[in-house]
């Protein structure tokens, strides 16, 4: 895992180092900037965490980056209808870098990682994983 000593506000949250700000963010509107440590992507997410408020019956197993969809018109607060919503990604669980959701930069199996991080830890998945982690290396790079 990669740690900086520099960085004061931060806090271990479940085996990551994320900022207080942004551990469990409640508020809708609030902008956090969300960089893909693979294959480069910027973007600003509302919210980092496992159950975003704007999102209804939908909580995470980790916590995650969640965008409001900017291609839905945005939902009055007197409506009870859910709001939709893009999962960006998450951070590694063995180095602990944000990844995103695209196959070529990330796997999920209990946990997010990195596909640098799954390919040194692949023999520690069970096997009908690891034929899946040697299909998704082969199809998505």
Same mark, same amino acid.
């Given at each position: 895992?990669?740690?900086?000593?520099?960085?004061?506000?931060?806090?271990?949250?479940?085996?990551?180092?994320?900022?207080?700000k942004t551990?469990?963010?409640k508020?809708?509107?609030?902008?956090?900037?969300?960089?893909?440590k693979?294959?480069g992507l910027?973007?600003?997410?509302?919210?980092?965490?496992?159950?975003?408020?704007?999102?209804?019956?939908?909580?995470?197993?980790?916590?995650t980056?969640?965008?409001k969809?900017?291609?839905?018109?945005?939902?009055?607060?007197?409506?009870?209808?859910?709001?939709?919503?893009?999962?960006?990604?998450?951070?590694?669980?063995?180095?602990?870098?944000?990844?995103? *959701?695209d196959?070529?930069?990330?796997f999920?199996?209990?946990?997010?990682?990195?596909?640098?991080?799954?390919?040194?830890v692949?023999?520690?998945?069970?096997?009908d994983?690891?034929? *899946?982690?040697?299909?998704?290396?082969?199809?998505?790079?």
């Amino acid at each position: 895992m990669s740690s900086d000593s520099n960085k004061a506000d931060e806090a271990p949250v479940k085996g990551h180092t994320i900022s207080e700000k942004t551990a469990d963010s409640k508020i809708d509107d609030e902008s956090i900037p969300f960089h893909c440590k693979s294959c480069g992507l910027h973007e600003t997410v509302h919210y980092f965490g496992q159950q975003p408020a704007f999102v209804y019956g939908v909580v995470y197993t980790e916590p995650t980056y969640i965008m409001k969809d900017p291609f839905q018109p945005p939902v009055g607060k007197w409506k009870s209808k859910p709001e939709y919503f893009i999962a960006l990604g998450a951070h590694c669980i063995r180095c602990n870098d944000v990844v995103c *959701k695209d196959n070529g930069c990330h796997f999920f199996f209990k946990h997010t990682y990195c596909i640098p991080c799954v390919k040194i830890v692949i023999s520690t998945f069970p096997t009908d994983i690891q034929l *899946k982690i040697k299909k998704q290396l082969s199809t998505g790079q």
